[in-house]
């Protein structure tokens, strides 16, 4: 069975610092990855996904995020933090097209 | 464009009511649809799916139930309500594999 694993429940990072998000997967095959954020009292906002392409990814808003297959992970990154960032983020691993399975979730904190 | 509907966006109902929440979705036909409930702190956890009028899959026992009376309209129901039935309810459709979500609805019960 698939699962996904998001390492930090929260994060804090000062406007305009590197944004760093983790999170690890567990696939018997060749899996397709999701991010998604969501804002407060919002639904979710897709940023970007993999599906066995190429390896790094690139997003809406400035993120990317690089899948490492001997690693299990696919963690998500920003150069530059902006307060609008300031968001719930969700790694995603798709079991089926029917089936995402959801990581934890982790919270982005950005300080001025 | 596709754009997702659901209402209400907020609700609170006392233990023992019914519940129902609707989802609609416009500029596509014959979507999957998809409801899930995200508790608070949580992940999403996937409630129910459909890939057509009249057809339901139930990913957890619960007590919930949802029907699909028309191709872009997915309702989620309950007879009576629990305690442990609050939390943000969203609705998604889905396209090439990606799924695109609803605003939500926050249901508290009291």
């Known amino acids: 069975a698939q699962s996904v694993t998001q390492l930090d429940s929260h994060v804090s990072v000062s406007e305009g610092t590197p944004v760093l998000l983790r999170c690890n997967y567990s696939s018997s095959y060749s899996p397709s990855l999701f991010w998604y954020v969501q804002h407060p009292n919002k639904g979710l906002q897709l940023l970007l996904k993999?599906?066995?392409?190429?390896?790094l990814v690139k997003g809406i808003n400035g993120f990317e995020a690089e899948f490492k297959k001997s690693e299990t992970s696919f963690h998500l990154t920003k150069p530059s933090a902006h307060m609008s960032d300031a968001a719930e983020y969700f790694c995603v691993v798709s079991e089926s097209s029917y089936k995402l399975i959801f990581g934890s979730g982790t919270r982005l904190l950005v300080r001025p | 464009s596709q754009t997702i509907h659901q209402w209400p966006a907020t609700l609170v109902q006392p233990v023992g009511s019914p519940l129902s929440l609707e989802c609609t979705v416009e500029g596509t036909s014959n979507p999957n649809l998809y409801w899930y409930r995200q508790a608070a702190g949580r992940g999403l956890q996937l409630l129910f799916y459909s890939v057509g009028i009249g057809q339901i899959s139930s990913e957890v026992p619960q007590n919930l139930s949802a029907s699909r009376p028309q191709d872009r309209q997915f309702i989620l129901s309950s007879k009576k309500l629990l305690l442990s039935d609050s939390g943000f309810y969203l609705c998604?459709?889905?396209?090439?594999?990606?799924?695109?979500f609803g605003p939500g609805t926050r249901l508290t019960v009291t």
């Open positions: 993999y599906t066995s392409a190429a390896t």
């Open positions: 998604a459709w889905d396209s090439e594999h990606e799924q695109y």
